[in-house]
């Protein structure tokens, strides 16, 4: 993809669908709107090519991942594992699912983090037996900026172990 975050240079970017009746005839004119996955910048591109696949509703990309985490709301506590994860969010697997619409306060916590995330508030979207989608609404800015560079440093990973292999199967 060539497209690029004109805030931050990154091409971690993700086309999103189109909000509204303008941004809808100027997707047929190839200028498609985007949001990036690092900073989190809505923006317009243009993009040649019709549409490839179908668009994913979701704005951020969910990266697979595996690593403990605890939470609390109203006096409940629970801990579970995070099964993928984004800049806003990410889906959990536990036993104590909160019911969805409970705020909480979130600990990521990846090894390779040394401590962890602190999310002050989110929210329970979705619960489905033992999984439960959670959305970020409130980190501070530094929690904010860890949890940025650790989900860059997973793509940039996956990126380069994709493009790895793509050099291996050319020779």
Same mark, same amino acid.
């Given at each position: @993809?060539? *497209?690029?975050?004109?805030?931050?240079?990154?091409?971690? $970017?993700?086309?999103?669908?189109?909000?509204?009746?303008?941004?809808? *005839?100027?997707?047929?004119?190839?200028?498609?709107?985007?949001?990036?996955?690092?900073?989190?910048?809505?923006?317009?591109?243009?993009?040649?090519?019709?549409? +490839?696949?179908?668009?994913?509703?979701?704005?951020?990309? #969910?990266?697979? $991942?595996?690593?403990? @985490?605890?939470?609390?709301?109203?006096?409940?506590?629970?801990?579970? &594992? $995070?099964?993928?994860? &984004?800049?806003?969010?990410? !889906?959990?697997?536990?036993? +104590?699912?909160? !019911?969805?619409? @409970?705020?909480?306060?979130?600990?990521?916590?990846?090894?390779?983090?040394? #401590?962890?995330?602190? *999310?002050?508030? +989110? $929210?329970?979207?979705?619960?489905?037996?033992?999984?439960?989608?959670?959305?970020?609404?409130?980190?501070?800015?530094?929690?904010?900026? #860890?949890?940025?560079?650790? *989900?860059?440093?997973?793509?940039?990973?996956?990126?380069?172990?994709?493009?790895?292999?793509?050099?291996?199967?050319? #020779?």
């Amino acid at each position: @993809m060539d *497209v690029q975050c004109p805030r931050c240079g990154k091409e971690f $970017v993700r086309r999103i669908p189109p909000t509204g009746f303008l941004e809808t *005839v100027a997707g047929a004119l190839t200028l498609r709107p985007f949001v990036c996955q690092l900073c989190a910048h809505r923006f317009r591109a243009f993009q040649r090519g019709g549409r +490839a696949q179908p668009l994913d509703q979701r704005q951020y990309e #969910r990266i697979q $991942v595996s690593f403990p @985490m605890t939470f609390s709301c109203e006096g409940q506590q629970g801990e579970g &594992s $995070v099964l993928d994860l &984004s800049i806003n969010g990410c !889906a959990v697997k536990t036993p +104590a699912a909160p !019911a969805a619409g @409970m705020i909480l306060k979130v600990q990521l916590q990846a090894p390779e983090l040394g #401590r962890p995330i602190a *999310v002050e508030a +989110a $929210v329970s979207r979705s619960v489905r037996s033992v999984y439960v989608g959670v959305e970020f609404l409130r980190l501070h800015d530094e929690e904010q900026y #860890r949890l940025t560079q650790f *989900v860059a440093g997973i793509i940039t990973a996956r990126r380069l172990t994709q493009d790895a292999g793509a050099v291996r199967e050319v #020779r």
